[in-house]
């Protein structure tokens, strides 16, 4: 949602962004809207340490049952980094747009890359708890 009435929107946690609920008729905007969220590598890379802590918790804390497939395949781990860096290339064609293309499509995968590490990490973190002798 982009353009609404702020009293008629609430905002609920979803991972590690957020889900807006409107209340009342929602249309399809026909023109365009450019978002552009530049902000310098240095601050970005400080903001996916927390980001990824919201993402880890609301994908492992899912009924595996309702999980889209994205949600799935990013539980997984390992496949999630890889999918990220040949969709943002590929399926969204950022090959094509020069260092611009390869800075997002490598943010893209970087930030799956430490989702991955997170879940991962805390497997192996549980497996270990469930391991030891009592």
């Known amino acids: 949602m982009t353009l609404y009435r702020p009293e008629r929107g ?12 409107i209340e009342g008729a929602v249309e399809d905007l026909r023109g365009t809207i450019d978002h552009d969220d530049r902000k310098s590598l240095r601050r970005w890379l400080v ?26 395949l990013r539980a997984m781990a ?23 293309g390869w ?16 879940i991962v990490d805390r497997k192996l973190a549980a497996r270990q708890r469930d391991t030891r002798p009592s």
């Open 103 to 118: 800075f997002y499509a490598l943010q893209r995968t970087y930030a799956e890359l430490l989702l991955c590490l997170e």
């Open 47 to 72: 903001s996916q340490d927390k980001y990824i802590v919201r993402e880890a918790d609301h994908l492992l804390s899912m009924d595996p049952a309702k999980r889209t497939r994205i949600e799935t």
């Open 78 to 100: 390992w496949p999630a980094p890889f999918a990220a860096l040949f969709y943002t290339l590929i399926v969204k064609q950022c090959l094509f747009d020069g260092w611009p």
């Open 10 to 21: 609430e905002y609920a946690d979803f991972g590690h962004g957020h889900k807006l609920a």
